[in-house]
C-alpha cells in the first residue's frame, strides 16, 4: 500500500510558476513509476508528466511539453513537478499517481495509487 500527499498548488498569474510536490509513505518510491496527471472542472483527468524509478525516463503531455519538469528524490520518497509560464487553461487539481507494473502508462486506469490532488489556479 502507497499514500500520497501533494502540495504546492496554489493562485498564480498567467506567467509565472509553480512547483508541485509529492511525498509517498508505506513502500518505496523508487519501485514506483510516478506521474502527474490533472484535472479541470468537466474535463476528465489527464496525464501531464512522468518518470521512470530510476529517474532516468521523462515523458511529457504536449500541453505542457517545455513548461513542465517532472523529478524525483527516491531516498527521500518524494516527487516533483515544476510548472513554468503557466496558463489559465493549466488550471485544476494536480494529482500525484505511482503504478506498480512493469509497464509505462499514460492511462488513469493504469495507476494503482493516487493522491487526494492539489489545486492550481492560474488568473489571466
Given at each position: ?36 496527471f490533472?484535472?479541470?472542472p ?32 527516491n ?50
Amino acid at each position: 500500500q502507497v499514500q500520497l500527499v501533494e502540495s504546492g498548488g496554489g493562485l498564480v498569474q498567467a506567467g509565472g510558476s509553480l512547483r508541485l510536490s509529492c511525498a509517498a509513505s508505506g513502500r518505496a518510491l523508487s519501485s514506483l513509476n510516478m506521474g502527474w496527471f490533472r484535472q479541470a472542472p468537466g474535463k476528465e483527468r489527464e496525464f501531464v508528466a512522468g518518470i521512470s524509478r530510476s529517474g532516468a525516463s521523462t515523458y511529457y503531455a504536449d500541453s505542457v511539453k517545455g513548461r513542465a519538469t517532472i523529478s524525483r528524490d527516491n531516498a527521500k520518497n518524494t516527487a516533483n513537478l515544476q510548472m513554468n509560464s503557466l496558463k489559465p487553461e493549466d488550471t485544476a487539481v494536480y494529482y500525484c499517481a505511482v503504478r506498480a507494473g512493469l509497464g509505462l502508462s499514460t492511462r488513469v486506469d493504469d495507476m494503482d495509487y493516487w493522491g487526494k490532488g492539489t489545486l492550481v489556479t492560474v488568473s489571466s
